[in-house]
Every structure is written in C-alpha cells, then in structure tokens.
C-alpha cells in the first residue's frame, strides 16, 4: 500500500496478486491447470460493488470476453478469480476485469453521488419550508382592535 488516504469516491480497482493466496504445487508437474488467483483492491468495495461483481452480469460480460469458466468473489477486500490461472491473466483476464471492476465502481460512484445529491436538495428544500413556516410565525402579531383597545 502506498500509504496515501483512500476516499470513497475513488474508484475501485485491483492492485496486485495475492502470491501468498496461490497454490503451492504452482510451477511442478502437480500443480492444476486451473486454479483461485485472489487479488487485491485498493479499497474495501462497497456494498453496491460486491453485489455488481458478484453477478450474472459480470459473470455474462466475462464469457463475452472469452472467459466462460472464470468467476468471481469477493472476500473482504480482495477478488478471487476463480477457475483461471496466471497466464489467462496475463494474455487478457486481467485487463478484462480492471474495465469490468472500472465500469461497476463507475456506475456505483455515481449512484452513490447522485442518492448524496438528493439527500442535500431534500434538507435544503425541508430548511427552506422550515424558514418559510418560521417567518410566517414570525408575522403574526397578537394585538387587538383600536376599538377593543379604547376600553
């Protein structure tokens, strides 16, 4: 980690492979063809963005791009590309999930922003009636009649 502060409005994105996650028979004549490769994000996904990764439609954009067996999941902040290996990475997997992870923390960041945008203008119309309501209160003066006052 690069020690610099994370904001919520950064998008999400993978940083590294996880060696320590990787299978140990990897580079023998034992290791699988096929195996988890977990990988790191440079922040704690949202919950919008797990949910989005972990989907049909992210499992559907990968097949479009050639990877029908690989899946995905999230676990805490890392990725686990499952049924792949390094080289499938290398040749284009890796590249094919940065954009899908891209395009899902893209389109949860601008939810995210337009639900804080509407959050704002609803306090600020609530403060705006309250000012109102205030100010009408504020007019009424309880004084009685110049005839009533005379007696």
Do not use: K
């Given at each position: ?47 919008p963005e797990v949910a989005a990764l972990e989907a049909s439609t992210s499992h559907k954009t990968l097949e479009r791009s050639g990877y029908p ?23 284009g997997l890796a590249t094919a999930l940065a954009n899908l992870v891209h395009q899902i923390s893209g389109d949860a960041l601008a939810k995210a ?39």
């Open positions: 980690m690069t020690g610099q502060p994370i904001s919520a409005d950064q998008h999400l994105a993978l940083t590294s492979v996880v060696t320590s996650g990787l299978p140990t028979t990897l580079g023998t004549q034992h290791a699988e063809h096929f195996y988890d490769v977990p990988a790191v994000f440079n922040r704690r996904p949202s919950p067996e690989v899946t995905l999941a999230v676990h805490d902040r890392r990725l686990v590309i499952g049924h792949t290996n390094l080289d499938q990475l290398e040749r922003r337009q639900s804080r945008d509407n959050a704002q203008l609803a306090r600020d119309e609530q403060l705006a009636r309250a000012q109102d309501v205030t100010r009408a209160a504020e007019r009424i003066r309880f004084v009685p009649d110049e005839q009533l006052r005379a007696l």
